[in-house]
T-cell receptor, first 122, second 113 residues
Framework: DAGVIQSPRHEVTEMGQEVTLRCKPI?????LFWYRQTMMRGLELLIY????????DSGMPEDRFSAKMPNASFSTLKIQPSEPRDSAVYFC????????????????????FGEGSRLTVL | GEDVEQSLFLSVREGDSSVINCTYT??????LYWYKQEPGAGLQLLTY?????DMKQDQRLTVLLNKKDKHLSLRIADTQTGDSAIYFC?????????????FGKGTSLLVTP
């Protein structure tokens, strides 16, 4: 498998423009995560999906951010309108874990990360 | 969510041991993880420890877990320049609806010749 694939790798845009980041998870993985990395705040979980359904979007910073997963092999993170403070590296990760409190599992819950999309908003 | 805490920087000389420390928050975490991020790349799982273990050794890596103090450490023996990277501690968080990993801010390890 090619791993988690993200595009674009780099994007430079002007304030107010719409930005769409894309992710293709590893085939067979039923969890997909979007993280944002900045120097100041580290790695923040924005939203995650299970079987294409958003489970927790409490990390999405504002209504300007939206994420979709129309099928098991594709997800988008959209920022509209973009602002300079959105500049960051955005990571997508996927996993095949099924882990619940009180259950044992041979699955370690490993997340597989893409190489990230570096966004610069001028 | 609550914070997973790590020191931000560590500098060691090549050949010495490195110890990266972390405190986590969720006492019900089933697994605790160390991820490594090299420049310009995503995070990759380095090692993990199951919550009912105190120690795990994997070649040059030793993970120690103190559940009472919610303290996790990663020791790298005979540190090499290729070990220079950012190391993230992460705890698993469970809820009725799902699962996620809560990451620390990362420790930048610099290995000098």
């Amino acid at each position: 498998d090619a791993g988690v694939i993200q595009s674009p790798r780099h994007e430079v845009t002007e304030m107010g423009q719409e930005v769409t980041l894309r992710c293709k998870p590893i085939s067979g993985h039923d969890y997909l995560f979007w993280y944002r990395q900045t120097m100041m705040r580290g790695l923040e979980l924005l939203i995650y999906f299970n079987n294409n359904v958003p489970i927790d979007d409490s990390g999405m910073p504002e209504d300007r951010f939206s994420a979709k997963m129309p099928n098991a092999s594709f997800s988008t993170l959209k920022i509209q309108p973009s602002e300079p403070r959105d500049s960051a590296v955005y990571f997508c990760a996927s996993s095949s874990l099924v882990l619940r409190s009180g259950y044992t599992t041979s699955n370690t819950g490993e997340l597989f990360f893409g190489e990230g999309s570096r966004l610069t908003v001028l | 969510g609550e914070d997973v805490e790590q020191s931000l920087f560590l500098s060691v000389r090549e050949g010495d041991s490195s110890v990266i420390n972390c405190t986590y928050t969720d006492s019900s975490s089933t697994y605790l993880y160390w991820y490594k991020q090299e420049p310009g790349a995503g995070l990759q799982l380095l090692t993990y420890i199951f919550s009912n273990m105190d120690m795990k050794q994997d070649q040059r890596l030793t993970v120690l877990l103190n559940k009472k103090d919610k303290h996790l450490s990663l020791r790298i023996a005979d540190t090499q320049t290729g070990d220079s990277a950012i190391y993230f501690c992460a705890e698993s968080t469970n809820s009725n609806s799902g699962y996620a990993l809560n990451f620390g801010k990362g420790t930048s390890l610099l290995v000098t010749p």
